[in-house]
């Protein structure tokens, strides 16, 4: 006698099943590669502005380093050279201070413009606390609607330095501004040390041209004002202006006291042959 025994067959899914399932599945990826091409494309902004930034940053110090640079080498250059001349003239900024000319708190502003003299005594402000200008009226500001105050004629960053007396600090050694050698009394002697603040902007990246021109209307000095965003630093990232402020304290010396000789000529040589000098002492 046989037995028989019944075994059970999985059923065939039907077609219109099927198709759903796959429909499903190709759904599924769909969604992963999206999700991974907007992980992709996030990173890759994040990367871009990371590297905007960092070119944005080098591009500001090297405007700002600029200007601190052709400062340097002008005055402790040749001294007959005309830039020479017009940055320690009475009208210059250095000579304003030490001439006797200028306040003790005085900063005297320029904007810095290398594709020419970087320095005209004609196109200079000076301010004095409080607010006001004694000289130059608005003459001195970098204006950013101004093409020949940019660096270079790609029209991206522009500087304005400003120049001040260093106020007193008891941190100071004492006597650092005689030279050494010389007599106190000696007005040649006396050194004076300055703080040179150099803002370098990019207003193509602010909101708009007028709050970068506004501030830098502003003083460089922070001792001398209580909101610290009444500075040209302060103000800049108030206002969300790209900038950068770097700072130096240069020790500039008045021409220390020497002796010349100058030759005059020789002796006729029948009895002697000696060289005559006219030595004379010169400021």
């Known amino acids: ?8 067959y999985p059923k065939m899914q039907s077609s219109a099943t099927q198709q759903g399932a796959v429909l499903i599945v190709v759904l599924l990826f769909l ?22 930034s960092d ?17 340097e080498q002008t005055i402790n250059g040749d001294s007959s050279s005309d ?5 320690t003239s009475s009208g210059g900024p250095f000579g304003h201070f030490m001439s006797k000319i200028g306040g003790l708190n005085d900063e005297y502003i320029f904007c810095f413009r290398p594709r020419g003299q970087f320095f005209n005594i004609n196109q200079a402000t000076i301010t004095v606390p409080g607010g006001g200008n004694i000289v130059g009226n608005s003459n001195g500001y970098c204006d950013p609607a101004e093409p020949d105050d940019y660096v270079s004629q790609r029209n991206a960053s522009m500087t304005q330095v400003n120049v001040s007396l260093t106020p007193p600090s008891p941190t100071y050694e004492v006597f ?17 040390l300055f703080d040179i603040n150099s803002s370098a ?11 970068a021109k506004d501030c830098l209307t502003m003083t460089s000095k922070y001792e001398s004002v209580t909101d610290k965003e009444k500075t040209i630093a302060g103000c800049m990232a108030k206002a969300g202006v790209p900038s ?3 700072y130096e304290i240069a020790n500039v010396e008045n021409e220390s006291q020497r002796t010349k000789c100058v030759e ?20």
């Open 176 to 192: 650092r501004n005689y030279t050494i050698g010389q007599d106190g009394s000696s007005s040649t002697s006396q050194a004076y």
């Open 1 to 8: 006698m046989f037995d028989h025994q019944r075994y059970s």
């Open 264 to 283: 005059l000529g020789k002796g006729s040589g029948k009895l002697t042959t000696e060289l005559a000098l006219l030595c004379s002492l010169i400021p």
């Open 201 to 211: 902007i990019l207003p193509a990246y602010a909101g708009s041209e007028d709050a």
């Open 244 to 246: 950068t402020v770097l």
């Open 55 to 71: 070119q944005v940053n080098t591009l500001l110090m090297q405007s700002a380093d600029n200007a601190n640079q052709n400062i």
């Open 31 to 52: 969604v992963l590669i999206i999700l991974g091409g907007v992980i992709a494309v996030k990173n890759s902004t994040t990367d871009l502005r990371l590297a905007t």
């Open 83 to 87: 830039i020479y001349i017009a940055m």
